[in-house]
């Protein structure tokens, strides 16, 4: 079977020396990418710019972008499984600078923003023939935490939405505690490594998919 995964924060160019971008490490989408390996899938990991080193065997496209990420996971499908882990940057400056910025010291002259693709909601929108039978994305909140993942499953059109409460060190630590909201119901499992807790959706992911 085939995986197909984003991972970490995108980049989104300012000028040449700046950027937008968040606080994802990109640890949980690593883990789990190899969590899916070890039990036998052939995985494509799309990563935004991380500290982390490439996973073995595992096929790593390394974008900066939003546009870029979107791009490179559809040149990765078909798969069986698609997974976005990935902390995309909703808005993108309209027009990066090709020459460095002289900011205004008042505030004035803004940044324009455009908004980026929204990957999860695209790949979850295809055609049933193309479509990837099971499409899961993350819901990072740091409030009101199962209200918003509900919703957000609803609104991406996703089959699972695994709810991340980011209000604590999860952003960025090596440790995470997730609720699967899935058509037949919720399941908590316990604050636990990353590498643990993909272990386990990974689970979850072959049992819906041999079924
Ligand atoms: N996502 C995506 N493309 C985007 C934005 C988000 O693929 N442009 C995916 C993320 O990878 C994640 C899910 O959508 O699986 C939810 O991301 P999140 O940042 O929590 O949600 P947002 O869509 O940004 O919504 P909000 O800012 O309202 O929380």
Same mark, same amino acid.
């Given at each position: &079977?085939?995986?197909?995964? /984003?991972?970490?924060? #995108?980049?989104? *160019?300012?000028?040449?020396?700046?950027?937008?971008?968040?606080?994802? !490490?990109?640890?949980?989408?690593?883990?789990?990418?190899?969590?899916?390996?070890?039990?036998?899938?052939?995985? #494509?990991?799309?990563?935004?710019? $991380?500290?982390?080193?490439?996973?073995?065997?595992?096929?790593?496209?390394?974008?900066? $972008?939003?546009?870029?990420?979107?791009?490179?996971?559809e040149?990765?499908l078909p798969a069986?499984?698609f997974?976005?882990? %990935?902390?995309?940057?909703?808005?993108?400056?309209?027009? *990066?600078?090709?020459?460095?910025? +002289?900011?205004?010291? !008042?505030?004035?002259?803004?940044?324009?923003?455009?908004? =980026?693709?929204?990957?999860?909601k695209t790949i979850a929108a295809l055609a049933p023939q193309v479509r990837p039978r099971?499409v899961?994305?993350?819901?990072?909140? /740091?409030?009101?935490?199962?209200?918003? %993942?509900?919703?957000?499953? &609803?609104? +991406?059109g996703?089959d699972?939405?695994?709810?991340?409460?980011? !209000?604590? !060190?999860? &952003?960025?630590?090596?440790? =995470?505690?997730?609720?699967?909201? /899935?058509?037949?119901?919720?399941?908590?499992?316990?604050?636990?490594? +990353?590498?643990?807790?993909?272990?386990?959706?990974?689970?979850?992911?072959?049992?819906?998919? /041999? %079924?």
């Open positions: &079977m085939r995986a197909v995964l /984003t991972a970490g924060p #995108t980049l989104e *160019p300012i000028d040449p020396v700046r950027f937008l971008s968040n606080r994802s !490490s990109g640890r949980q989408g690593y883990a789990l990418a190899e969590a899916l390996a070890a039990l036998g899938f052939e995985v #494509t990991l799309v990563s935004g710019p $991380t500290a982390l080193n490439d996973p073995p065997g595992i096929a790593i496209v390394r974008v900066e $972008t939003a546009r870029e990420m979107l791009a490179a996971v040149d990765a069986d499984v997974i976005a882990v %990935a902390a995309v940057a909703a808005w993108r400056p309209a027009e *990066p600078s090709a020459i460095k910025l +002289k900011l205004d010291k !008042s505030g004035h002259g803004a940044l324009k923003l455009a908004e =980026n693709p929204d990957i999860l099971l899961i994305g993350f819901a990072a909140e /740091t409030h009101d935490v199962l209200d918003h %993942a509900r919703a957000k499953r &609803m609104r +991406k996703c699972w939405i695994i709810a991340n409460d980011v !209000s604590g !060190s999860a &952003m960025g630590g090596a440790d =995470n505690a997730v609720t699967l909201i /899935t058509p037949q119901g919720e399941e908590s499992l316990g604050q636990a490594p +990353k590498t643990e807790i993909a272990r386990q959706i990974a689970q979850r992911i072959v049992a819906v998919l /041999t %079924a």
